[in-house]
Nanobody, 125 residues
Framework: QVHLVESGGGLVQPGGSLRLSCAASGFTFSSVAMSWYRQVPGKEPELVAAIFHTHSNATYADSVEGRFAISRDNAKDTVYLQMNALEPEDTAVYYC??????????????????WGQGTQVTVSS
């Protein structure tokens, strides 16, 4: 059974940093591309960062490029999202998601049915 468990969310002031973690189990983690989505109430989930299974390639949404960094440790079955220079617009529930398709760019990636439960990130002074 697939499990994805996020941690590391919380309240942070604008300009601050947070690091999200996602522990995976129930599948061969090292063979699967992983991603982070975020969602605010009333809107569709937004793919913000993705990393290929060999962690040789990472892609980012324009809204977070240069501020966020996705990484993975295949020995620990864990994917991370380092978020720096956070802005109030980054406030959302962040989900760890296994990808079913790695496309030629971030807009072409496709999520699998396997999502974590989400972790709230709030950026506010």
């Amino acid at each position: 059974q697939v499990h994805l468990v996020e941690s590391g969310g919380g309240l942070v002031q604008p300009g601050g940093s947070l690091r999200l973690s996602c522990a995976a189990s129930g599948f061969t983690f090292s063979s699967v591309a992983m991603s982070w989505y975020r969602q605010v109430p009333g809107k569709e989930p937004e793919l913000v960062a993705a990393i290929f299974h060999t962690h040789s390639n990472a892609t980012y949404a324009d809204s977070v490029e240069g501020r966020f960094a996705i990484s993975r440790d295949n020995a620990k079955d864990t994917v991370y999202l380092q978020m720096n220079a956070l802005e109030p617009e980054d406030t959302a529930v962040y989900y760890c998601v296994a990808l079913s398709l790695w496309g030629p760019n971030i807009r072409a990636h496709r999520p699998s049915p396997y999502w974590g439960q989400g972790t709230q990130v709030t950026v506010s002074s």
